[in-house]
């Protein structure tokens, strides 16, 4: 059966800033879809902000197994309704990639419960990403660590919650570190979080880069039924009690 990926790209940069509309001239949400559509697991679809209901009417959204997010300059723009949609499909299973700035949109802030902030600073630093969970299914087929010869750079502390696991770190020329890669539950649903990716450097180009992707968007399928909360019956009878 295929997974239903969407990505969803807010889509400014691309259309307002020269470098990043060089880099990706169909958008962000066009280089990320490619690298997923190498996979005949998934079925790909995009969504962007400026599109009737910010491209996620709820048919949209009942019918996306995974949702993969980029956003950076208009998290404020996304509707808090849509937010509380979004969290509530991944507290049921669907699954959730945040995309480099996306650590500050709404959705994944909403799904941490925590500011979700970094240091940062644009420098052209070389990136290395490390696997430091070299088991995890996001790391499958890739090397030790991989080098992006440039991107922005996010330092630690980064206020997000302990990842429930770690998948990547990611040293810095400028002579950072941070938390690149992580792994969280909520209710059914699985979240990744991936820093790399700011708008005006080729990341998602890069083959380790795009695994990444895939990988991901399998581990975050929806795998088992949404848990049931609330009053409920003994399971066990008053015999087996004693
Ligand atoms: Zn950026």
Avoid at 8 to 26: F, G, L, Q, S, V
Avoid at 91 to 101: C, N, T
Avoid at 119 to 142: Q, S
């Amino acid at each position: 059966m295929s997974i239903h990926v969407t990505v969803w790209n807010e889509y400014r940069h691309e259309r307002t800033d020269e470098a990043a509309r060089k880099i990706y001239p169909h958008g962000l949400h066009a280089a990320i879809a490619s690298a997923l559509e190498q996979d005949p697991r998934f079925t790909v679809s995009t969504a962007t902000l400026d599109e009737p209901e910010q491209g996620l009417p709820d048919s949209v959204l009942e019918a996306t197994d995974v949702l993969v997010w980029w956003g950076h300059m208009a998290h404020a723009e996304v509707a808090d309704a849509l937010v509380e949609r979004i969290a509530q499909r991944v507290e049921g299973g669907m699954g959730f990639i945040a995309l480099h700035s996306a650590h500050y949109s709404k959705a994944f802030r909403r799904l941490m419960g925590s500011g979700c902030r970094s240091k940062w600073w644009e420098a052209d630093d070389r990136e290395r990403i490390f696997t430091v969970m070299p088991g995890h299914p996001i790391a499958a087929n890739l090397p030790e660590f991989f080098d992006l010869p440039a991107e922005e750079t996010y330092c630690e502390h980064f206020n997000i919650p302990t990842p429930d696991e770690l998948v990547f770190l990611s040293w810095f020329s400028g002579g950072a570190v941070l938390r690149s890669g992580c792994c969280y539950h909520r209710g059914a649903g699985k979240i990744f979080y991936f820093q790399p990716g700011h708008e005006t450097y080729p990341t998602y180009y890069n083959e380790n880069i795009r695994t990444v992707l895939r990988n991901a968007a399998a581990w975050a399928a929806p795998t088992g039924k949404a848990p049931a909360y609330g009053k409920t019956e003994p399971f066990e009878t008053e015999s087996y009690k004693k």
